[in-house]
């Protein structure tokens, strides 16, 4: 672990617990990328020469992802972020004049926008369900499963088209029982289609199980995989790619990308390729792979997942002892995300500013208000303990 947090730049000269803003990216991941970029311009960056090399960048980015997410490569499509992985296929959906799109209130605000906007356009409803007080934390997820399909169960109606569902809630650091949820969703007569927002999830926690039941899985290489800015992907179900139309369409959609063919009604990928548009950035692929292929130096998915815990909880159990700090979640946390509120503050952004003058970085949220701060395998004591010291600085 410590070789892999003195390759990070970005945790040479701060205590960094924005891993679920942006993670540190390697400088092997930066090298990779930079080789890249030169492999493209010495085949040419347009030439014979490099579309095999841009096709088998692309192929084994695609199976290392598919894996992660228990899916066939085909039902990965490549995105430059989660948000767009989450909206491109939802705007190709078939809604009908009057259907509903059913999201939690735990949900960012891009997509909530996306799918609001969707709506007027398609003069469908938006409906919201609650699942911010859910705060049991790791313990006893059979009722965390029971409250979120109570949630469910209020607001479904037949009219239920999609619903929208982050796997590890950005804002409580709760999570969602996504299989459990979708087999539930299966057997509701209105069989809504599931879009999971996996942004804090991908490479945090083993997804596989629950990546393959969502209709939309939508992750990013540059959180908790430790990749670079500008690329993402989605996994899309067999029934998302059997009934949506491509929503932004370009050369790479098509399964023919030299020509237009007026005779073709359907000239588009029958695969995840349909929402994939255009020229992107090569070179990222062998970033996000050397980063992912670094992060598995360090244990498999469930090891990596156990550190994130060992440090989570310590963190956590030391909120505990504050007198003026209370933690969202009442549990030991399920992952890395660790959110509270200082009630003696006023003014909660202040103290962002505050810590990071001290070169400690974390991060507020409006919703609920709080400080939420992420623990990653590349965490040390020495962090929590300094973050604590300036939290109880200016708190108590
Ligand atoms: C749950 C969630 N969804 C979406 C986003 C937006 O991510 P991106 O910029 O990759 O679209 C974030 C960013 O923090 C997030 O936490």
Known sequence: MRNLRLSMPALLNKCYFNFGGQGPLPIQS??????????VQDLGPFTSN???????????TKSILAKICGVRPNQIALTENVTSGCILPILGLPFKTGEQILISDCEHPGVVEACKQLARDKQLEIKFFSIIKISGGID??????????????????????????????????????????????NNHPSKPYLLVDGAQSFAQIPVKNDACYADIYAFTGHKW?????????????ERVLADSTPSLIGWRSLKNENISDTHDQNPFHTDSRRFEIATSCIPLLAG??????????????????????????????????????????????????????????ANIKQIINLLG???????????PNCLRACLHIVTEQEDINKLLDGIKEHTI
């Open 140 to 185: 006893n997820r059979p009722q965390t499963t029971q409250e979120v399909i109570d949630a469910l169960r209020k607001e479904l109606t037949i009219n239920t088209k999609l619903v929208v569902l982050s796997h590890l809630l950005w804002n409580t650091g709760q999570l969602m029982p996504i299989k459990d949820i979708a087999k539930f969703l």
């Open 357 to 367: 003058e001290k070169g400690i970085w974390l991060r507020d949220l409006e919703h």
């Open 288 to 345: 996000l792979r050397c980063s992912i292929e670094l992060l598995s130096r360090e244990g498999n998915e469930l090891e990596r997942l156990k550190t994130i815990q060992k440090w989570s909880l310590k963190l956590w159990e030391s909120l505990q002892d504050i007198d003026t700090i209370s933690t969202i979640l009442k549990g030991p946390p399920p992952a890395g995300l660790v959110s509270f509120v200082p009630y003696k503050i």
């Open 225 to 237: 995989a430790c990749g670079p800015e500008g690329l993402g992907g989605v996994a899309l179900s």
């Open 50 to 60: 490099i579309w095999p090399y841009i096709a088998k960048e692309i192929n084994s």
């Open 30 to 39: 930066l090298e990779s990328i930079n080789n890249s970029w030169l492999k």
